[in-house]
């Protein structure tokens, strides 16, 4: 039995009545997986495409950022699989080091322990055993949303190889001279306890103050003003600064301030750099242990480092006893009573500012000078920064371009070290005889320089960003000597959110380029943030959040694909909305019940006969215009969905399809069809059955990357007439291409061109654009003199020139089918039309049409112009209103531009409704 048949699913076998969603998903991914088809095709020639999935947390659950990452980079991987790719996908988690070890680290603490009380090895074994307990559900949650993931490729940022990859990148900078330990200013979470890079330090503008403090000059009347807004630090000043060009205070550089609360002096130092003299007081408090200028500007001036504020975020010696001890906010408030007691405090002021806090712990980050690892990341900036200025890397938007100039441009070198045990754990040791640091890819027993026995590894792990770094390499097996670089690396694509540009792909760039020699991956494509309904950034504790799994649950893998294909497009912040959802599973119920009605109807279709005769063959004499108007909207939407894809534009691309398959292909060309199967020859029959067939094919190939469950559940089933003996698998078929490694159109529709260029083919579209203009309008001035939408009725049309008659007579059919009409008259353009009725207008190719649907009998038009008379007031009133409120100077200028654009639009649709009713009303009068 072969594995169609077994999963019930034989080509040409009837559809169940409704989609359910659930039994189809899961038996169809798993179908997919143990059948290898993720993994790369091994086709000699074939370009490759290779993409790496963003690690998630390996204790993560999916939210709905990774579920647009997940849906655009999935999209992009079965397109090119489809085009003959040897395409990859790989997958694979971070082990997220300061995220994780907080949350055993709070087990911990629920059973009444610490980290440092259980000792690092039984930690870290409380560590891994917490990733066996938590680890993989975000990857059956990726199953869930049908990402095709080459899952024997995983790879996790702690993995063997992974570990062998850090190691090598640190010893080859560490060996470069890239990599260095030095005492330094660095940003301290002490919340965390560990040290933070820049990037790991978000502001957050608060209200704040600027305080004033007079500092006597020693031996001296004088007093020096300095402003700050931080008045704790000072117990820690060290300097004064002043601009050595200011004539106010040339006089006093070389001479020292008697700092307050200390009883230390301290030198007034003359510093171009950091005073400028037109602002403030011209001088400035120096205090090089908690402030990264004052720190570099004690370097020029050899000052003092005094720190006063510990690890745990607390005042320490040396600073004054009476301050020992106390957090922050508590010594700035002891401190200004002190200094206002001794008459230093001038005065204090309001004073909004940027304060760094942590993006982990959330608390104030303090600047504190501690021994920490540093990568020189200079020179790969610059390697970096020239690989997108030369277009070997894109990143779109095009936009976040600049702001990736601008980072690389101003990079500073890079804090790699952090004080936590779960991570990677610097490969560094300290002799204790000779005190050199000996750097090894493997662990050493003996000091390199001395021989010593007697070493300490280094206590810290690396930054997780260092391992991330490196994934497009160790994803590929990098350094391993069997790895695939030659093979899938640069990568084709980065797909990630903007926010972490810096954090993550600007270090991709560097090291890939660095340790790759070439750049990991050709294009960046930057998404937006989802928001939440009520568009801000989805948080618990708002309690906007939306769980992708449970939107699966309630509608389909496929609905929640397609509404984020369609919102990838957007730059600006997604809003969640949780109708399109709801609407885009009506689309997939939409394209079910279609091909449910095709197949019900493909019964006897003989495939091969009508394949050979009009694809091949190019036989077209038995279509009708509908079957030949379809089969060239189809070949145009393959060709316009290609060009969307190739510009990255996903969201256009699902536009188009949804667009071309809900209102041509099932509200009209399946209508359509049903008068040849109903009354046509056996001829007529079989070609409508063929184009059906065709079409069909030919939209589930173009939807398979983006609702890949449902398209690939009815191909299965789907009778083919086209791409013949490809293979039992949508997601492996020919993608509906012209042109490039496989041309698939070429093989799926050899007489596309042709189709596409055939003069009947051009008649037949310029007849069924006229049919829908046509009857739109019937049922629009149906619905305007609210006649039943099933009430047959008459209708006149009145051509303005022999081909649009023509036209006319050849639809003549179909348009009383389609429009319910009961007589259908065509007159000339000199014949007047019924005076009782309502009127349409129709513009379009070889001249204008009228249409007139006769009001007699139909309504009563004493009634009829009651009501009109009615509407028309009402309208009047309203649009009095708007037109006052459009015209208040008060309102267009506090309103919002969007809200004043909609009730412009809301005036625009106002009036235009209001002059049909009255141009009716007048119709009915005369």
């Excluded at 042109?739 to 050899?750: E, F, Q, T, Y």
Aim: glycine share 8%; aromatic share 8%.
């Amino acid at each position: 039995m072969s594995e169609q048949s077994a999963s019930a699913q034989a080509t040409g076998s009837e559809p169940p009545k409704a989609y359910e969603a659930s039994a189809v998903e899961d038996r169809l991914y798993a179908r997919w997986r143990d059948a290898g088809y993720f993994q790369p095709s091994e086709e000699p020639g074939a370009p490759h495409y290779s993409v790496v999935l963003p690690p998630p947390n390996v204790t993560g659950r999916l939210h709905m950022g990774h579920a647009l990452t997940a849906t655009i980079e999935d999209c992009m991987v079965r397109w090119h699989r489809m085009r003959g790719f040897s395409t990859v996908w790989l997958p694979g988690t971070d082990h997220a080091g300061i995220a994780t070890q907080v949350m055993v680290e709070r087990k911990l603490a629920a059973e009444g322990k610490t980290r440092q009380e259980v000792g690092r090895e039984a930690f870290l074994e409380a560590v891994w055993a917490w990733k066996e307990e938590h680890g993989g559900i975000i990857d059956l949650q990726h199953e869930k949303l049908g990402a095709s993931l080459d899952w024997s490729r995983y790879r996790f940022t702690m993995d063997e190889v992974s570990s062998r990859a850090v190691r090598e990148a640190f010893c080859r900078l560490y060996e470069e001279g890239l990599i260095y330990r030095d005492y330094r200013l660095i940003n301290w979470d002490w919340g965390s306890q560990t040290a933070l890079s820049d990037l790991e330090v978000e502001p957050k503008e608060i209200d704040g103050k600027l305080w004033h403090l007079a500092y006597p000059v020693a031996d001296s009347d004088e007093k020096l003003i300095v402003a700050t807004t931080r008045p704790e630090t000072m117990l820690g000043d060290t300097g004064v600064a002043v601009h050595p060009d200011d004539p106010r205070y040339q006089h006093l550089i070389g001479k020292e301030i008697e700092l307050p609360l200390t009883g230390r002096r301290i030198p007034i130092v003359g510093d171009a750099i950091l005073v400028d003299m037109e602002f403030g007081s011209g001088a400035v408090k120096v205090t090089p242990a908690h402030d990264f200028n004052d720190f570099e500007t004690g370097k020029r001036h050899d000052l003092e480092l005094i720190c006063i504020i510990g690890l745990d975020g607390k005042i320490c010696e040396p600073a004054p006893a009476e301050y020992l001890g106390l957090d922050v906010k508590a010594a700035r408030k002891a401190v200004l009573a002190a200094l206002d007691a001794a008459g230093v405090l001038v005065k204090e002021e309001p004073h909004k500012m940027a304060v760094g806090h942590s993006q982990r712990s959330g608390v104030v980050v303090e600047p504190l000078p501690s021994d920490q690892w540093f990568v020189n990341v200079g020179p790969m900036a610059e390697k970096a920064l020239a690989a997108v200025r030369e277009g070997k890397t894109t990143i779109t938007p095009e936009h976040r371009t600049a702001d990736y100039y601008r980072w690389m441009e101003n990079i500073h070198d890079w804090c790699i070290s952090r004080q936590l045990w779960w991570g990677h754990r610097i490969p560094a040791w300290y002799c204790d005889d000779c005190s050199h640091i000996s750097v090894a890819r493997e662990d050493i027993t003996a000091c390199q320089k001395c021989g010593s026995t007697k070493l300490r590894q280094d206590e810290d792990v690396l930054d997780t960003w260092f391992s991330s770094g490196l994934w497009p390499l160790t994803t590929l097996g990098w350094p391993g000597e069997d790895n695939e670089l030659e093979r899938f690396y640069s990568t084709s694509l980065m797909e990630t959110g903007w926010d972490i540009l810096f954090f993550w792909v600007a270090r991709m760039m560097m090291f890939g380029i660095h340790f790759g020699e070439k750049v990991p991956f050709e294009k960046v494509f930057l998404h937006s943030m989802v928001l939440g309904e009520d568009g801000k950034k989805m948080s618990k504790t708002k309690g906007n959040v939306v769980d992708p799994v449970s939107l699966i649950d309630e509608y389909g893998a496929d609905a929640l694909r397609f509404y984020l294909a369609t919102m990838a497009g957007q730059d600006s912040g997604i809003v969640f909305s949780r109708a399109r959802v709801e609407g885009y599973r009506n689309f997939v119920n939409k394209l079910w019940n279609a091909s449910r009605f095709a197949m019900m109807n493909l019964e006897d279709f003989d495939a091969a006969a009508w394949r050979a005769q009009v694809l091949e063959g190019g036989d077209r004499s038995a279509l009708s215009p509908a079957d030949r108007w379809i089969l060239a909207r189809t070949l145009e939407t393959c060709a316009e969905v290609n060009t969307q894809l190739d510009a990255f534009r996903l969201d256009l691309a699902a536009h188009a399809t949804y667009q071309f398959v809900w209102h041509e292909f099932c509200d009209w060309y399946l209508e359509l069809a049903k008068v040849s199967m109903r009354q046509g020859d056996a001829a007529q029959k079989a070609a409508t059955q063929g184009t059906i067939a065709c079409a069909l094919d030919l939209i589930l190939r173009l939807l398979h990357p983006m609702i890949p469950f449902v398209s690939e559940e009815l191909w299965l089933r789907l009778p083919k007439a086209i791409g013949v003996g490809e293979t039992d698998s949508l997601m492996r078929a020919h993608y509906p291409r012209a042109g490039g490694h496989r041309d698939g159109l070429a093989a799926l529709v050899p007489t596309a061109e042709a189709i596409l260029a055939d003069e009947a083919t051009a008649q037949a579209r310029e007849d069924i654009a006229r049919l829908m203009k046509v009857v739109g309008t019937a049922r629009m001035l149906k619905a305007e003199c609210r006649v039943p939408p099933a009430q047959r009725v008459d209708l006149v049309l009145r051509p303005q020139s022999v081909a649009v008659a023509e036209s006319l007579e050849r639809i003549r059919e179909l348009t009383s089918h389609l429009g319910r009409v009961g007589e259908l008259r065509i007159v000339g353009a000199d014949e007047s039309l019924p005076k009782e009725a309502a009127l349409g207008v129709l513009d379009g190719e070889g001249g204008g049409l009228e249409l007139a649907l006769p009001l007699a009998g139909l309504v009563d038009l004493d009634e009829e112009k009651k009501r009109l008379k009615k509407e028309i007031a009402k309208s009047q009133k309203e649009l009095a209103g708007l037109d006052k409120k459009l015209s208040n100077e008060k309102f267009l200028s506090r309103a919002p531009a969007e809200v004043v654009d909609k009730e412009r639009a809301r005036q625009a649709d106002l009036s235009a409704a209001m002059a049909k009713q009255e141009a009716l009303l007048a119709r009915l009068e005369s």
